[in-house]
């Protein structure tokens, strides 16, 4: 067989592969369960189900319109946790999962469109409970991803997540280390982590 038809071969089976993982994450659902379902809940705040991970629903509004975002997409869930939990509003309620981390920011320095703190993986601070994730964009969606942090252990977290796909868990475990002075969440999609502005950080947002 010549290099040319194996290398034909190849790219077939990669672009395969790829287009097979592509449709059953957007398109195949679990018969187990349908979209709207109480799946799994953080402090109160529920996890529903969204079938393929391009599901789109109506838009989330609270009682005066404010944007919680479309149901249930990853984003509806961390910006309707952050509401209930502490009554966080974002300026701007706007923008896809990627679009909520600032790459111009230094780490520690508060992003303004999304009135939190925003911290670099890996940071000089570690990531906390209640901290809201944010990861890059793949191949296979375009928008990125985010998440927020359900628990913190010695030497890892664990996050809890809206719309990972049709039969994807809503928690995932990470592994969390410190190295030369820094902490890292061992995922390299993770651009970093968005905190709650509160009395035990304010020096941060002065300096």
């Known amino acids: 067989m010549s290099l040319k038809k194996i290398v034909v071969i190849f790219v077939l089976v990669g672009a395969l592969i790829v287009f097979g993982v592509q ?5 195949f659902y679990n018969p187990d369960k349908v979209i709207g379902q109480a799946i799994d809940s953080l402090k109160g705040v529920r996890v529903y189900y969204n079938g ?3 599901h ?3 838009r989330n509004l609270t009682v ?9 997409q990853c984003v509806e869930f961390v910006k309707r946790y952050y509401f209930e939990r502490f009554q966080h509003r974002m300026p701007d309620s706007y923008g896809n999962a990627k679009d909520f981390f600032d790459q111009q920011l230094a780490d520690g320095e508060v992003n303004k469109k999304r009135a939190l ?3 670099k993986n890996p940071s000089v601070l570690p ?4 901290d809201l994730l944010v990861y890059s964009p793949t191949i296979w969606n375009r928008f990125g991803h985010v998440a927020i942090v359900a628990a913190v252990y010695t030497d890892s977290i664990e996050i809890i997540q809206q719309n990972p796909g049709p ?4 928690r995932e475990r990470y592994a969390l280390r410190k190295f030369e002075g820094k902490w890292q969440i061992d995922n390299s999609r993770i651009y970093g ?4 502005i509160d009395e035990n950080n304010t020096e941060m947002v002065t300096q």
């Not at 449709?23 to 398109?27: E, H, N, S």
């Not at 039969?167 to 809503?170: D, F, L, Y």
């Not at 982590?193 to 709650?196: E, G, I």
């Open 23 to 27: 449709i059953r994450k957007t398109y």
């Open 193 to 196: 982590w968005l905190r709650v």
């Open 52 to 54: 393929g991970v391009n």
């Open 167 to 170: 039969n994807a868990a809503t």
């Open 117 to 119: 703190l925003q911290f």
């Open 64 to 72: 005066d319109n404010y944007n919680l975002g479309l149901e249930y």
């Open 56 to 58: 789109v629903g109506k």
């Open 127 to 130: 990531p906390e409970t209640d």
